[in-house]
């Protein structure tokens, strides 16, 4: 079945050039969560939303960091003014449950890689 | 926010099975443990979870000692598509999962 997307798969951007992710999520999860995960670390949570709330955004690193999901279903990290310590990949997660029933598991994408020269 | 102390690294025979040790001493009753596994280039997956039970699926099984300090996660028969990173997570009414750095599991042919 289809599981959570993400794209681009791959994105390389200059510094100072800002960025869009998308995540889809599978069809009526109502949690979506964000990671991101640097080079032989493991994923470091950023934000999350169920519906089109966000409820915690305490894991964004700047406020060059933005997360909307305006309609409850695809969502988009944007990254403004990048800079190189923002290459990492990426994560979406989504479940079916809301984000307080904490028995219902996550189901990730694989991620955009991005890396700023 | 609940941690998890995990080794860095394991090694093991395809085909024997494999125990993979968490320690969670400042588990809180209310805190349920999550495994996840990470396989290269791939986002995490989950495997098990729960709460003070031992839990079983066709993934793998979850012992969780008595006084729930800690717990172990238990391939029966590792393949070399069991090779990855394995993460033990406390998750706790907020719901967000909180990741450790997880162990590096081996499968030796």
């Known amino acids: 079945g289809a599981g959570v997307s993400q794209s681009p798969r791959y994105k390389v951007a200059k510094r100072g050039q800002d960025v869009a992710l998308r995540c889809d999520p599978i069809s009526g999860h109502v949690s979506l969560f964000w990671y991101q995960q640097a080079l032989g670390q493991g994923p470091e949570f950023l934000t999350y939303?169920?519906?089109?709330?966000?409820?915690?955004k305490s894991g964004l690193p700047s406020d060059r960091f933005f997360a909307e999901r305006p309609e409850g279903s695809v969502s988009t990290l944007k990254i403004q003014r990048t800079q190189q310590e923002d290459s990492a990949v990426y994560l979406c997660a989504s479940s079916l449950a809301g984000v307080n029933s904490y028995n219902s598991p996550l189901h990730f994408g694989n991620g955009t890689r991005l890396t700023v020269t | 926010d609940a941690k998890t102390t995990q080794p860095n690294s394991m090694e093991s025979n395809e085909e024997e099975p494999v125990h993979l040790p968490c320690n969670h001493s400042t588990i809180s009753g209310t805190d349920y443990i999550h495994w996840y596994r990470q396989l290269p280039s791939q986002g995490p997956e989950y495997v098990i979870h729960g709460l003070t039970s031992n839990v079983n699926n066709r993934m793998a099984s979850l012992a969780i000692a008595e006084d729930r300090k800690s717990s172990t996660l238990i391939l029966h028969r590792a393949t070399l598509r069991d090779a990855a990173v394995y993460y033990c997570i406390l998750r706790d009414r907020r719901g967000k999962l909180i990741f450790g750095q997880g162990t590096e599991l081996s499968v030796k042919p």
């Open positions: 939303f169920q519906n089109e709330a966000q409820l915690d």
